[in-house]
């Protein structure tokens, strides 16, 4: 089944806190990770992507920590701040019709 | 203008109205989607062409009608919408089967 589980669905950290948001997957078919921020008013924007061949992809403040075995991977927001408040989507891509399937969205809001 | 830009960014329209919902991208892409966006819910993908060709239709109602005259531009044609389909329509771009969509800012629908 073509599926993959977000959660939470919200979220609130203080500011300076760590952001750590899930989502788990059932089809092997799939080959690419990443993960979306939007904003209100906005589309969601690609913010960082992982392939199942790596455990952990960093970029500045942002990790994607990957388990294959577990089906699991997870984004992991450091030094949080008020403006990374957003929703943050996770997605997988099919490795066959290279379909982009979403996670249902965590809402993030990070106090100061 | 870089991108990819929806207008109209919010549209009303009646059960009986016909209304169409504009895309254009301006990355040298060769893919484009429709998604709709509901609350609380997952994106869901709607329509993706691919060199301009239909490559998916995710058991769409038939009152939305795609049209991709080119692989730049994309249209949602709607007709006797429900009040259910308001929702806001995210179009994407890629280049084909990368799973790194570039999404627009959306076009805010509501059924009256």
């Known amino acids: 089944q073509q599926q993959v589980k977000q959660s939470p669905q919200s979220l609130i950290v203080q500011k300076g806190g760590i952001s750590i948001i899930n989502c788990a997957y059932e089809n092997t078919a799939f080959d690419y990770f990443p993960w979306y921020q939007q904003f209100p008013g906005k589309g969601p924007a690609l913010l960082i992507a992982?392939?199942?061949?790596?455990s952990e992809k960093k970029e500045g403040r942002f990790t994607i920590s990957f388990n294959k075995s577990a089906k699991q991977f997870s984004l992991h927001i450091m030094d949080s701040q008020p403006g990374d408040s957003a929703t943050y989507f996770c997605a997988a891509k099919d490795n066959q019709g290279g379909k982009l399937i979403f996670g249902q969205g965590t809402e993030l809001s990070v106090k100061p | 203008e870089t991108g990819v830009t929806q207008t109209p960014r919010h549209l009303v329209m009646g059960m009986t109205n016909k209304k169409s919902l504009k895309c254009e991208q301006h990355?040298?892409?060769?893919?484009m989607y429709w998604y709709k966006q509901s609350a609380k819910k997952p994106l869901e993908l709607m329509f993706v062409y691919n060199f301009k060709e239909q490559t998916e239709n995710n058991s769409v109602p038939s009152r939305f009608s795609p049209e991709c005259p080119n692989s730049s531009h994309l249209f949602l044609h709607l007709h006797t919408l429900q009040p259910e389909d308001s929702a806001l329509y995210l179009c994407?771009?890629?280049?084909?089967?990368?799973?790194?969509?570039?999404f627009g800012e959306g076009s805010r629908l509501t059924v009256l």
């Open positions: 990355l040298g892409h060769n893919a």
């Open positions: 994407a771009s890629s280049q084909a089967h990368t799973g790194e969509l570039f």
């Open positions: 992982i392939r199942p061949d790596v």
